[in-house]
C-alpha cells in the first residue's frame, strides 16, 4: 500500500474510532437512567442535535460516496435513536420532549426537502448540504460556551466531563486532518472549534478542578527528554 492510501486510511481509521467512542459516552446516561427509571441529571437537547448532525452528515456522506462519514454517521444516528427513546420512556413532561423533537426534525425534512428538490445539480447539492452541515456542526461545539462561562463563575467542573472533552478532541482533530487530507473544507472548518472548546475545558479542569484531575492532566504532558 502506498503511504498516501495508508495515511488516508489510517486516518479514516483514527475518525471511525474516536467518533464511536464519543457517541458511546451517552451510554453512561443510558444506565443512569435505566438504573433510577428517571432522567434526572440528564440533558434532552444533546441527544436531540447529534441525532440531526448525524442524519446530515450521512446524507452528505451518501452523496459525497463516502463510507467513513456513512458509517460513522449510520451508528451514531442510531445509538442517538436509541437514547431519545429511552428518555421518552423515563420522562414524566413526554409534551415538551415531543415539541421539540418534531420541531426539529421538522426544519430537517425541509431542509432535505429543499436540498433534493429545489436544487437539481449534484454539485450544487452537495455545497449546500455540506454548508448546512458544517454550520449545524459549529453551533453544536460553541452551544457548551454557555455551560463554560458557569463553570467560570461558580469555579467549578462539575457540569463537564474529562472523559468526553478528551473524547472530543481526538475526534475533532482526527476528521481535521481528515478533511485536509479530502481537501474538503466542509469537514475542516466545523471541526477546528471542537479542538479550541476542548483546550478551554482543559484550561477550565486545571484552574478549578481538585487535585485528582489535575494529577490526570500532568499525565497527558508529554515527559521531558532525559
Known amino acids: 500500500m502506498e503511504a498516501g492510501g495508508l495515511a488516508d486510511s489510517l486516518l479514516s481509521g483514527a475518525c471511525v474510532l474516536?467518533?464511536?467512542?464519543?457517541?458511546?459516552?451517552?451510554?453512561?446516561?443510558?444506565k443512569h437512567m435505566r438504573m433510577t427509571r428517571s432522567v434526572d441529571s440528564v440533558q434532552f437537547l444533546p441527544f436531540?442535535?447529534?441525532d440531526v448532525n448525524n442524519l446530515s452528515w450521512l446524507s452528505y456522506g451518501a452523496l459525497k460516496g463516502n463510507?467513513?462519514?456513512?458509517?460513522?454517521?449510520?451508528?451514531?444516528?442510531?445509538?442517538?435513536?436509541?437514547?431519545?427513546?429511552?428518555?421518552?420512556?423515563?420522562?414524566?413532561?413526554?409534551?415538551?420532549?415531543?415539541?421539540?423533537?418534531?420541531?426539529?426534525?421538522?426544519?430537517?425534512?425541509?431542509?432535505?426537502?429543499?436540498?433534493?428538490?429545489l436544487v437539481p445539480d449534484p454539485e450544487m447539492r452537495l455545497q449546500h448540504l455540506g454548508l448546512?452541515?458544517?454550520?449545524?456542526?459549529?453551533?453544536m461545539y460553541l452551544s457548551p460556551l454557555a455551560d463554560l462561562a458557569k463553570v467560570i463563575r461558580t469555579k467549578s467542573t462539575q457540569r463537564l466531563s474529562f472523559s468526553l472533552t478528551i473524547a472530543t478532541l481526538l475526534t475533532s482533530a482526527s476528521w481535521t486532518l481528515y478533511g485536509f487530507r479530502l481537501k474538503d473544507p466542509y469537514i475542516v472548518v466545523p471541526n477546528l472549534p471542537g479542538i479550541l472548546t476542548s483546550f478551554i475545558r482543559f484550561w477550565?479542569?486545571?484552574?478549578?478542578?481538585?487535585?485528582?484531575?489535575?494529577?490526570?492532566?500532568?499525565?497527558?504532558r508529554p515527559s521531558p527528554a532525559q
Open 67 to 117: 463510507w467513513t462519514l456513512i458509517v460513522v454517521n449510520a451508528v451514531g444516528a442510531v445509538l442517538q435513536t436509541l437514547y431519545i427513546l429511552v428518555y421518552l420512556h423515563y420522562c414524566h413532561r413526554k409534551r415538551a420532549v415531543l415539541l421539540q423533537t418534531t420541531t426539529l426534525l421538522g426544519v430537517l425534512v425541509l431542509g432535505f426537502a429543499y436540498f433534493w428538490l
Open 204 to 220: 477550565l479542569f486545571w484552574k478549578y478542578s481538585p487535585g485528582e484531575t489535575r494529577a490526570r492532566l500532568l499525565q497527558l
Open 18 to 30: 474516536f467518533t464511536l467512542g464519543m457517541f458511546s459516552t451517552g451510554l453512561s446516561d443510558l
Open 132 to 139: 448546512f452541515c458544517s454550520v449545524f456542526t459549529i453551533s
Open 48 to 50: 436531540l442535535t447529534t
